[in-house]
Structures are given as structure tokens and as C-alpha cells.
Antibody, heavy 118, light 110 residues
Framework: QVRLQESGPGLVKPSETLSLTCTVS????????WAWIRQSPGKGLECIGH???????VYSPSLKSRVTISLGTSKSQFSLMLTSVTAADTAVYFC????????????WGQGTLVTVSS | QTVVTQEPSLSVSPGGTVTLTCGLS?????????PSWYQQTPGQPPRPLIY???TRSSGVPDRFSGSILGNKAALTITGAQADDECDYYC??????????FGGGTKLTVL
């Protein structure tokens, strides 16, 4: 059974960098896209971006200047970095496996809450 | 910037049928947008329900169905049950590997 688990600090100070890791168990990263999606408290979902197992990335236009998604040193991890965070970046961050074909977010991690506050 | 629209809230009686829709602020939704639907209960990640317009994800009961109705994607729930009461999100593929979620629909079963 494939599982995704997010990890990282739950509290980040304004202007600093948010860093999260997604650990994939039960499968390798090969032949899938791996995404980060966030959900602000009480609000909807927002795609941050994704990475293919080759390392190719696509980012949301609204976050592109601050986001880096990378493959981990471990073959079963990928990571998110978001720079210059503000309170507006407070959200639950999910990692997900995106398949193509068919195009959809087929597996999700449980999510991790990141609060931006001094 | 294109906005994906959903009804903020809907209600349905137990055993009844309800249709949730997913539209665009400008233009029509077609199968080219690969609409997919997700169900979310509080404190849980979204659960895949429907992808590529009308394909049910593994384990999803057949009372959930997807379609294109007019100029929108649609999720229809027939025989609504109490545990269908939660939030539903659609997401559309905009091309260039960009996906945009709708704002979600809060479904009440009463």
C-alpha cells in the first residue's frame, strides 16, 4: 500500500523559509508526478506545484517566484521550499501523487499544518 | 485569471439526489479540462471520487457519478446518505500542467 507522509516545522517566522518533506512508502517516485497542495484555514485548495521523477518541475504562476520543489536525496522523498513567508502562507500543506494518464491527484498525504507567526 | 466556480453550499434530503457543478468564470467546461472531484471531511485529506469527467476512483460507490451538464462539469449523488455531508471540490486542468481547484461546495444532508 502506497502512503505519503508530510513532515517539517509546524511554525515558521514571517520572512523566513518554509521547508517540508514528503516521504513516500510502498512505491518509488518513478513514472509519477509528485505535487504539493495547500489549504488555508477554512478555505479551499490551491496547487503549489509538482515534480516529475526526472526532476522536471511546474509551479503555480502566483507562487512561482518563491517556490522550489525538489527530489530528496532519498529515492522516496521530495521536498517543498517556500521563501519569504507571510501569514497568508499559513495553511495545511498536502503532498499528493498525480498520475498522467489518467490526469488526477490519486493519492494524498494526511497533511501538515504550518503556521506563520512570530 | 480564470476562476473555477462551485456552489458554496447545497442541501439534499436523505435518499435524495443532488447535483454539484463546476464551472469557469469565463468559458465552458469540457472533457478537455479533465474535471475531477474530491470529497473532504474535517481534518482529513481530500478523497478522490471522480476523474476524467466520469470515472469513479477505486472503492467509490456507483451512487456518485460525473458528467458534463451544459457548460459545466457535474457531480451527481443519488440516494444521499448522512455521511455524504462534507465538502466537495472539483479541479480543472488548464493546460501547461496547471490545475485550478474550485472553492468547494459544502453539502448538507437533512
Amino acid at each position: 500500500q502506497v502512503r505519503l507522509q508530510e513532515s517539517g516545522p509546524g511554525l515558521v517566522k514571517p520572512s523566513e523559509t518554509l521547508s517540508l518533506t514528503c516521504t513516500v512508502s510502498g512505491a518509488s517516485l518513478t513514472n509519477y508526478y509528485w505535487a504539493w497542495i495547500r489549504q488555508s484555514p477554512g478555505k479551499g485548495l490551491e496547487c503549489i506545484g509538482h515534480i516529475y521523477h526526472t526532476g522536471a518541475t511546474v509551479y503555480s504562476p502566483s507562487l512561482k517566484s518563491r517556490v522550489t520543489i525538489s527530489l530528496g536525496t532519498s529515492k522516496s522523498q521530495f521536498s517543498l521550499m517556500l521563501t519569504s513567508v507571510t501569514a497568508a502562507d499559513t495553511a495545511v500543506y498536502f503532498c499528493a501523487r498525480y498520475s498522467n494518464p489518467p490526469r488526477h491527484f490519486q493519492l494524498w498525504g494526511q497533511g501538515t499544518l504550518v503556521t506563520v507567526s512570530s | 485569471q480564470t476562476v473555477v466556480t462551485q456552489e458554496p453550499s447545497l442541501s439534499v434530503s436523505p435518499g435524495g439526489t443532488v447535483t454539484l457543478t463546476c464551472g469557469l468564470s469565463s468559458g465552458s467546461v469540457s472533457t478537455d479540462y479533465f474535471p475531477s472531484w474530491y470529497q473532504q471531511t474535517p481534518g482529513q485529506p481530500p478523497r478522490p471520487l471522480i476523474y476524467t469527467t466520469n470515472t469513479r476512483s477505486s472503492g467509490v460507490p456507483d451512487r456518485f457519478s460525473g458528467s458534463i451538464l451544459g457548460n459545466k462539469a457535474a457531480l451527481t449523488i443519488t440516494g444521499a446518505q448522512a455521511d455524504d455531508e462534507c465538502d466537495y471540490y472539483c479541479v480543472l486542468y488548464m493546460g501547461s500542467s496547471i490545475w485550478v481547484f474550485g472553492g468547494g461546495t459544502k453539502l448538507t444532508v437533512l
